[in-house]
């Protein structure tokens, strides 16, 4: 395993723990199965798609959770799909059980998902709060607080 000096980034970087750790969840990341396959698509300058190839599953099979910037896919297959014996010829569509976790950047979030075609479909968003957005500041300006009244 290669390892990365970061130490140049420290110092040009504020908060650069948090970057360290987001690096640090790309390595893992990197460590999953490369199963079930996917596109990530920009959609527009705050839209993206994530489509996932699901040959085998259906909406009951596949859990979707959000939580703390991470989008987890779990594709489970039902005891009693799995306990019919099939014989094949050729088995190319593996119907294994998977998880894949993706990290999600800051203020993204997901709008919906839907299946059609052997695909999954997770549509997201970058929504940033009114008060993140980049402002300009004047020099010379003062910073007014509102304070709320009582």
């Known amino acids: 395993m290669r390892t990365i000096d970061l130490s140049p980034l420290y110092r040009s970087f504020i908060g650069s723990d948090r970057l360290a750790s987001l690096i640090d969840a790309a390595n893992r990341a990197d460590n999953q199965s490369t199963y ?9 300058e705050n839209q993206y ?6 040959a085998g599953f259906t909406q009951k099979d596949i859990t ?3 939580q703390n910037n991470t989008l ?4 489970k297959k039902s005891e009693a799909t799995e306990t019919k014996e099939r014989k094949f010829l050729h088995k ?3 119907e294994k059980n998977f ?19 052997g695909l999954l479909h997770i549509d997201l968003e970058r929504q940033i709060p ?3 957005k980049p402002r300009r500041i004047e020099i010379g ?8 009244d009582e």
């Open 99 to 117: 998880e894949r976790k993706f990290q999600l950047g800051d203020h993204v979030k997901v709008l919906n998902a839907n299946m059609a075609d």
């Open 72 to 75: 987890t896919i779990q594709g």
């Open 141 to 148: 300006s003062r910073a007014i607080e509102h304070k709320n």
């Open 49 to 54: 798609r994530i489509s996932m190839a699901v």
């Open 92 to 94: 190319g569509i593996s």
């Open 130 to 132: 009114e008060a993140k």
């Open 64 to 66: 979707l959770e959000a």
């Open 36 to 44: 079930p396959p996917y596109n990530i698509e920009l959609l527009d």
